[in-house]
């Protein structure tokens, strides 16, 4: 039976989701909890990959779990176990690492590709704050927001975003549909930028915010970045911004995958 996992993880001490034979990772954490509850190997698929010390308020894989009484689509009381398998798993992995809930879905769905949308967020802060080192990137000089917010609506009409690319990434396409992109000021000392998307490429949201603080900063002007855009030269654009900041806050799918 194949579920979809909703958990959330502090990423500082990770070497990103996926799985790496010499560092660790939230995946093979996942799936040493999944292994000593269920005991056998429970594979997972994540919704994306996150770099080492990026955050994910809301991550989603899917697994198959063994087909066994309890783990079957004609229990009855299937959330039921599900739930307690989600509770079992709290119990078992570390402090950093948190499910939500586990869902039953159709046997084809999948965590990535039947995502209809993504959305992240970048932290900046401008004063340094012992409660967001890890969560935020402090800036030690505050930058132009409204210009960065003017610069940042012009991404939305844009489609092709290989200025923001890893340079030899393997993406098949380098297109992407954007929904948002602005800049929120949460406190006198803490911004936050939102931007959602129908997918990502390597890199794109920190590159993005790396290019936004060059026009913040006055180093380059709305027409530069919009010409940066263009370009489809990732050599144009800015640098990218720390790990520290980004978090994967929200994925969402079409409501026929799940199963009720």
């Not at 307690?84 to 084809?108: E, M």
């Not at 505050?142 to 489609?159: C, G, K, R, V």
């Not at 092709?160 to 929120?184: E, G, P």
Request: proline share 3%.
């Amino acid at each position: 039976m194949r579920v979809f996992i909703y958990f959330s993880y502090d990423g500082t001490r990770y070497h990103g989701w996926q799985y790496q034979p010499n560092a660790l990772s939230v995946q093979e954490t996942l799936e040493g909890a999944l292994r000593l509850l269920l005991r056998e190997q429970v594979s997972t698929v994540a919704a994306g990959r996150t770099d080492t010390g990026v955050h994910a308020a809301m991550m989603v894989a899917h697994a198959d779990l063994p087909d066994n009484d309890m783990f079957s689509e004609h229990n009855p009381q299937i959330e039921e176990a599900l739930c307690s398998l989600g509770f079992r798993l709290n119990g078992v992995l570390p402090q950093d690492i948190a499910v939500q809930r586990i869902v039953h879905v159709r046997n084809d769905a999948h965590a990535r590709f039947d995502a209809i949308s993504r959305t992240y967020q970048y932290h900046v802060i401008t004063q340094k704050d012992p409660f967001l080192t890890n969560h935020a990137t402090r800036l030690f000089h505050t930058p132009d927001f409204e210009l960065m917010n003017q610069a940042a609506t012009l991404l939305i009409n844009e489609t092709d975003f290989a200025a923001f690319c890893k340079a030899h990434s393997d993406n098949k396409t380098t297109i992407c549909h954007l929904k948002q992109a602005r800049w929120q000021q949460l406190s006198e000392q803490h911004w936050v930028f939102t931007i959602e998307a129908d997918r990502f490429l390597r890199n794109m949201v920190r590159a993005v915010v790396g290019t936004l603080m060059e026009v913040g900063r006055h180093r380059m002007t709305i027409e530069q970045f919009q010409d940066t855009i263009h370009s489809h030269n990732r050599s144009n654009a800015g640098e990218s911004m720390p790990a520290e900041g980004l978090f994967l806050t929200n994925i969402t799918y079409p409501e026929d995958i799940f199963v009720h």
